[in-house]
């Protein structure tokens, strides 16, 4: 019976990111704001590359409402991925919430160094707990040991810069 309601809402949850994608413009919005950016970053850029990231994100971390970032965060880690670069790029104290929430859906190793450095830049009373937690989770699954994974201190030192 568990499986029965976490298979239906998992299939709830990819309608409604479907359908949030779709509204937005679909294959089309993937194209500007996903695709380009959801590999970068598995170690944290060095610093020119960041720099030369930054203004990108920005622009596009501008044209986008914070809702629809907030709601980012809660999707599959590709769309997490990239909308916790834009969450930190875009300089909205009002995703700080939304930032440590999308803890509550994060895909490990995949999304969690993005969101550790947001959670950094927008600290809130939930950032030692959604911290304390993942890092437990990294260790007991052994995420910080995967080749070509920074295990968030590049992250860390980028997300101050």
Not at 62 to 84: F, G, I, P, T, Y
Not at 117 to 140: F, G, M, S
Request: hydrophobic residues 40%; neutral net charge.
């Amino acid at each position: 019976m568990n499986d029965d309601k976490d298979l239906a809402r998992r299939r709830a949850q990819f309608e409604a990111e479907r359908q949030f994608i779709l509204e937005r413009g679909g294959r089309r919005w993937i194209e500007t704001y996903i695709k380009p950016y959801y590999t970068q970053g598995y170690a944290a850029p060095d610093a020119d590359e960041f720099d030369a990231l930054l203004p990108r994100l920005r622009t596009l971390a501008l044209k986008l409402a914070s809702d629809d970032v907030a709601s980012m965060l809660k999707m599959h880690w590709r769309v997490q991925r990239v909308a916790a670069w834009f969450a930190m790029a875009g300089c909205d104290p009002s995703l700080s919430g939304p930032v440590h929430e999308g803890f509550d859906h994060c895909y490990g190793y995949l999304t969690s160094p993005c969101l550790t450095a947001a959670a950094l830049v927008y600290p809130n009373d939930r950032a030692a707990e959604v911290l304390t937690r993942y890092r437990d989770r990294a260790i007991a699954s052994e995420w910080v040991n995967r080749p070509g994974v920074s295990g968030g201190s590049d992250w860390v030192a980028m997300a101050w810069r």
